[in-house]
């Protein structure tokens, strides 16, 4: 059974900050793993999806990391911004399966 | 593109009611559909994966004559809560894949708030 838990579950940081949101699974048998975006009462939108294949995927701001061997990744976001204020959700599938299992996410607070 | 609509945002209704959710895929062929639904600070908890003109295939523990899906056209799904109850109050998302494979990206619709008083 596939387990995914996300650290910290909230973070307040200031504008222009680094920072690294973490993430672990319990089945490292994965196809991938995708970090989502979620805003207040929304939906969620796809921000990185790693292959098993690959070890990171990087889009603007954003790298994500991909160890399977420990059953890590990391989502890195660079220069933070208010607008990147949101609940960041990481998902993994169990081995041998397309269905995914998320992690209870990590609330990020951006200040300025 | 790859643009998930779900309707209602948000709806309120009395104890033993029924309520449909819709979603659909509005530029492409959604192949496979999934419900998910997201009790406040807690992960999104898959329901169901529906495929459409077959029968939706349940996670173990939800009640598949409580929440019956219906993936009629490769556009549109709905969930319908039948006889609902306040314990069903809860946020509802959907998301949709236009291929098969196993790293095919997920859409997810904007969700819906249900609120059964």
């Known amino acids: 059974k596939q387990e995914v838990t996300q650290i910290p579950a909230a973070l307040s940081v200031p504008e222009g900050e680094n920072l690294v949101l973490n993430c672990s699974f319990t089945?490292?048998?994965?196809?991938?793993l995708q970090w989502f975006r979620q805003d207040p009462g929304k939906g969620l939108t796809s921000l990185l999806l790693?292959?098993?294949?690959?070890r990171e995927q990087t889009s603007g701001r954003l790298n994500a990391s991909l160890d399977k061997s420990s059953g890590r990744s990391t989502l890195y976001i660079a220069a933070s911004q208010p607008g990147d204020s949101a609940t960041y959700l990481c998902?993994?599938?169990?081995?041998?399966?397309?269905?995914?299992?998320f992690g209870k996410g990590t609330k990020l607070t951006v200040n300025p | 593109g790859a643009v998930v609509s779900q309707h209602p945002s948000w709806v309120i209704c009395k104890s033993g009611t029924s309520v449909k959710i819709e979603c659909r895929s509005l530029?492409?062929?959604?192949?496979?559909m999934f419900w998910y639904r997201q009790f406040p600070k807690q992960s999104l908890m898959l329901m169901a994966t529906s495929n459409e003109g077959s029968k939706a295939t349940y996670e173990q523990g939800v009640e598949k004559d409580k929440f019956l899906i219906n993936h009629a056209s490769l556009t549109l799904s709905t969930l319908t809560v039948t006889s609902a109850h306040p314990e069903d109050s809860s946020f509802y998302i959907c998301s949709a894949t236009q291929r098969q494979g196993r790293n095919s990206p997920l859409h997810f619709g904007n969700g819906t708030r249900l609120t059964v008083t």
């Open positions: 998902a993994a599938p169990p081995g041998g399966s397309e269905k995914l299992v």
């Open positions: 790693i292959q098993s294949s690959q």
């Open positions: 530029d492409f062929q959604a192949t496979t």
């Open positions: 089945d490292s048998a994965i196809y991938n």
